[in-house]
């Protein structure tokens, strides 16, 4: 993992002494997951992702306690806003299609809790326990291994296409806060779809920068290869000129045809 700021560091501990607090001796375990845990986190540009498990579900005063807690924490003056999940263990191990959750928290322009008591689950964290699993870091806890099942394949395959579904549909509107959206709406679906592109391919699973990395070197045709370089660009930092729509459309709908067939 790449050398953390020490603003970053100090948000993480604060974020642990936090859950440590309010979820107790009911804690199992805090994970870091995402670009900060796979040595690509860009201070503006990526989220600080971080998931825990508990030994048994909340009530729901106490899980909002926990979420209106980690909302005040101050982000990182260097950059980087809160995606964060709490979930059982029972969760963990269901393998479910749409897992349940005791709250979600994020820190972006508005930041809010969700109680998930009364939702039917999140399909999104098939995506995040498979990532926890294989990259993940232990902040404290049991090593990611230790705790999460190995992926249902054709489950994540699903995950991914409710991704890209959602980000298509919700386009620049998703990323309100964010440094120029459309770019940043561009940058999540190329990149996005690149990293499926190499589960697919490969088995492998990684951020979306070593997904596009390893497209790069696969897919010699230029119009990828700029499209590529546009988002990577993005998420490094930079201000790339907005590609095509039509080749982002395109590049985004060829990929999900490959997850469909997978799953078909």
Request: include cysteine.
């Amino acid at each position: 993992m790449q050398s953390v700021h020490p603003e970053v560091q100090s948000y993480l501990d604060q974020v642990v002494s936090t859950l440590t607090i309010h979820v107790g001796a009911e804690l199992i375990g805090v994970y870091l997951h995402g670009y900060l845990a796979m040595g690509a986190f860009h201070p503006g540009r990526s989220d600080i992702d971080i998931l825990a498990v508990c030994a048994e579900p909340l009530h729901r005063e106490r899980r909002m306690v926990v979420g209106e807690a980690l909302v005040v924490i101050p982000t990182p003056p260097s950059g980087g806003n809160l995606e964060f999940s709490l979930v059982t263990e029972a969760a963990v191990r269901a393998r479910s299609v749409a897992p349940s959750f005791e709250v979600h928290v994020n820190t972006h322009e508005e930041p809010f809790a969700v109680d998930g008591s009364d939702r039917p689950g999140d399909q999104d964290l098939v995506i995040h326990f498979a990532m926890v699993r294989a990259r993940g870091r232990a902040l404290i806890g049991p090593e990611p291994a230790e705790l999460l099942l190995e992926p249902v394949r054709d489950s994540l395959i699903q995950a991914f296409l409710g991704d890209i579904q959602w980000a298509k549909e919700e386009g620049a509107a998703a990323w309100e806060g964010h440094d120029m959206p459309e770019l940043a709406s561009m940058a999540y679906q190329v990149l996005n779809a690149a990293r499926c592109w190499r589960y697919l391919e490969s088995g492998e699973l990684g951020s979306k920068v070593e997904g596009a990395a390893w497209l790069e070197r696969r897919d010699p045709d230029p119009d990828t290869r700029a499209l590529l370089d546009a988002a990577l660009a993005y998420q490094r930092g930079g201000i790339p000129n907005d590609p095509d729509e039509r080749i982002v459309s395109e590049f985004v709908q060829r990929v999900e045809a490959m997850l469909r067939a997978a799953v078909s």
